[in-house]
């Protein structure tokens, strides 16, 4: 199992749950599952949300496929994933526990709303692999700014929730309940007593500047890591490192 599809109140909420071993890891499989649960829901939403099974949102991509031919296939379908969120005619958000690394963080980031576990820890350790994240690139500096995002780039150090939501990044976190809990009382409050028209105008309108600014990049992201990084030495020592559980040996080529 990869995702499974779970309809609340009456339909009106579909939390998209990712659910596959190794922490919840965004496998080209993993992407077109998501994507399929989006296509075969084709029903009137307010809330679309994502969150992780077992304790975590997601570790991230899938560390052997980030070589030259898999990850030529996973970059653009992933992309091509960020953008659908981004259009959805329905207010989005990640319910996010445990890790939510890469990948995940960038799925995450196509979100109108971040809610968070006490526990999470959100961060972009692609630097350690010799690469970088395009879409968060992209989206990251645009949601907490330049220098921020920068700086979780070039670290590679996660954070917790409550550092992410001093950022301005994270909206709320759940401290006395568990995260979708904590989702439900904020459909509750904020979607449930609105009108379904507004709330699908709302959401797509506070998104334009965001996707006129984000989905170039992201594009131009894509390029300098398909070009660039993919195809060098570091990236493949970077990725042979990580599998065989040592200090990649760095050739700056």
Known sequence: ???????????AWLRIVLDGPKGNLLSLEMVRAVAAALDSSSAQRKWVTFEGAGGNFSFGAMIQE???GPMEQVLPEMHALIRRILALPAATAALVNGRC???????ALACDTIIAAGD????LPEIDLGAFPPA???LLPLRVGASRAAASMLTGEPRPASAWRDAGLVAAIATT??????AGRWFDAHLAPRSFVAISAAAQASRLVLRAIAEPSIAAAERLYLERVLPSHDASEGVRAFL????P???DR
Do not use: C, N, S, Y
């Open 66 to 68: 980030h070589v030259p």
């Open 249 to 251: 040996q760095w050739k």
């Open 177 to 182: 309940e568990g995260v979708v809990e904590a």
């Open 136 to 138: 968060a690139a992209a």
């Open 101 to 107: 690394l890469g990948g995940g963080f960038e799925l």
């Open 244 to 247: 065989e559980k040592r200090k």
């Open 120 to 123: 999470a820890v959100m961060g």
């Open 1 to 11: 199992m990869t995702v499974r599809v779970i309809d609340e109140r009456h339909r």
